[in-house]
């Protein structure tokens, strides 16, 4: 009844909030379900048609698997088990053709690569979508391309050259880490820092230098410092205070029991205010079941 959420810090990617009121089991798996079930579309299958790199094409297939996709999973539906050709619902198609050959106008003096050649650096920016079927007409504004348009995938020569074609589908962490959609996700408790008596000058001092910057607050009470718990959020818990004998018996440190904060970081794929809203869902999910698997039990 007590559960809340607050929003404390929201960037581009990366989102941090307080879960308050919640049993350390309902944490722990609205984590993992952060890092394991949340779906997202990754590289799945590499069809190989010329690759005259120095990369094998298993390691090439492998790298092109863990580059994170910028389409939304919500659009699509899971590939049938076994099903080799994919189709506009389930699969995105992408194509990597690049060639390196040198530079005619290149300075004989020269040894820089990045004067002397022409792509000989592969990156994710080379990767096109292919519309599969209808895909042009389901998704007229959709922009499917690489999170990220500066990862680099291989360095060619002059003749070197790759061609592959890539089928994406949609999968989850549990299957395999390319799906996880976070880069972390984790959570810990709330700090709870607590002086049993009053620390005053040069011992007040020395205790704002135990703690991080910002956890002990010193202020100026009748010409006298004076040490107070400014922020114990910022406490990393290094218990740097214990190594003084002065110190060690005024502090009392503990953590608030049903207060966590989480920390949740995309990898691109979604914002995090959206991975996080999905988690919930699939954990709403879990417990319907559970309650119609119960509801289904016979009862003598």
């Known amino acids: 009844q007590a559960f809340r959420v607050d929003i404390i810090r929201e960037e581009e990617g990366a989102l941090e909030f307080d879960m308050v009121g919640i049993d350390a089991a309902i944490a722990n798996a609205f984590r993992r379900i952060l890092l394991a079930e949340v779906p997202t ?24 698997g863990l580059i994170p996709i910028r389409a939304d999973p919500r659009l699509f539906e899971y590939r049938n088990q076994g099903d080799e050709e994919g189709t506009e619902i389930d699969t995105l198609q992408f194509q990597l053709k690049i060639k390196c050959s040198r530079n005619p106008q290149a ?21 096109t979508w292919v519309p599969l079927g209808n895909q042009t007409e389901l998704f007229p504004d959709a922009d499917f391309r690489p999170v990220h348009d500066d990862i680099l995938i291989a360095l060619l020569r002059p003749g070197q050259e790759i061609d592959v074609l890539m089928h994406c589908v949609k999968g989850i962490g549990k299957d395999h880490a390319k799906f ?23 011992a007040a001092e020395v205790l704002q230098k135990c703690f991080s910057p910002g956890v002990i607050e010193i202020q100026n009470i009748k010409g006298k410092k004076v040490a107070r718990v400014a922020n114990a959020r910022l406490d990393t818990f290094s218990r740097e205070v214990f190594r003084h004998e002065g110190l060690k018996n005024l ?4 953590r608030v029991r049903n207060h966590y ?6 990898t691109g794929i979604l914002p995090p205010d959206v991975l996080v809203s999905e988690a919930i869902k699939i954990l709403m999910g879990k417990c319907q079941r559970f309650l119609n698997e119960l509801d289904s039990v016979p009862t003598e």
């Open 41 to 64: 579309m990754a590289v799945e299958k590499v069809f190989v048609y010329n690759n005259t790199s120095i990369v094998q094409d298993e390691i090439l297939a492998h790298r092109l």
């Open 261 to 266: 904060i989480f920390s949740v970081e995309s």
């Open 180 to 202: 996880s959609p976070v880069a972390t996700a984790s959570y810990r408790l709330l700090p709870d820092i607590t002086l049993l008596q009053p620390v005053e000058d040069e």
């Open 251 to 254: 502090v009392r440190l503990a």
């Open 107 to 127: 300075a004989k003096e020269s040894s820089d690569p990045n004067e002397l050649y022409f792509n000989h650096k592969v990156y994710s920016k080379h990767m």
